[in-house]
């Protein structure tokens, strides 16, 4: 009698391509569990705003300034936005000293396209006017939106906003 050798037979003929899909499954959802674990994103905060001054502003009787309480934070802002010459808006955008939170405010057209952004203030600080984004603004009388975000100052969640709509006039308007 001759003898030959025994092979065991299973079901899979070859269990080497399943055992390297199991690897490759099992090393992809390890990768992306701690991609989502150790990901702490790109978020960049807003800049602070370069011109704003400190302190109390005085502003004009003509800009009808006054304060408005959001229920979470006080904002100042004028009621008679005017333009300047130089296409700026006089806005007296104020960010009192009992808030605790970081303000910045944009100004958009009817249609929503942002026409002026500050950067952000923080307690106790002023900007009298802002600049344009582009210099290609309309004179005469626009209506506008304009947003006032809050931040907290550590983590820079969102703290509330206002949005209001105005009306942006230019000096000889007045």
Same mark, same amino acid.
Do not use: W
């Given at each position: ?16 391509? =399943? ?5 490759? @499954? ?16 790109? !978020? ?19 800009? *009808? ?22 296409? *700026? ?26 026409? !002026?952004?500050?950067?952000? =203030? ?33 983590? !820079? ?5 206002? @949005? =209001?709509?105005?009306?942006? @006039? ?5």
């Amino acid at each position: 009698m001759r003898n030959q050798p025994t092979q065991l037979k299973t079901r899979f003929p070859d269990n080497r391509i =399943l055992i390297i899909i199991c690897i490759i @499954v099992t090393t992809a959802l390890t990768a992306a569990v701690l991609f989502q674990f150790f990901y702490t994103g790109s !978020y960049s905060p807003p800049p602070f705003e370069a011109k704003a001054l400190e302190g109390i502003p005085n502003p004009p009787d003509d800009v *009808s300034y006054g304060e408005i309480n959001s229920g979470s934070f006080l904002v100042g802002f004028a009621g008679i936005i005017q333009r300047n010459d130089d296409d *700026s808006l006089q806005v007296y955008f104020v960010n009192p000293e009992e808030n605790d939170v970081h303000l910045m405010c944009t100004i958009a057209d009817d249609n929503g396209g942002e026409l !002026y952004k500050s950067g952000l =203030l923080r307690p106790g600080e002023y900007l009298v006017n802002l600049e344009p984004i582009t210099k290609n603004i309309s004179g005469g009388r626009d209506n506008v939106t304009v947003e006032i975000y809050a931040f907290e100052p550590e983590t !820079y969640y969102s703290k509330g906003a206002i @949005v =209001l709509k105005n009306t942006v @006039v230019d000096k000889e308007y007045e």
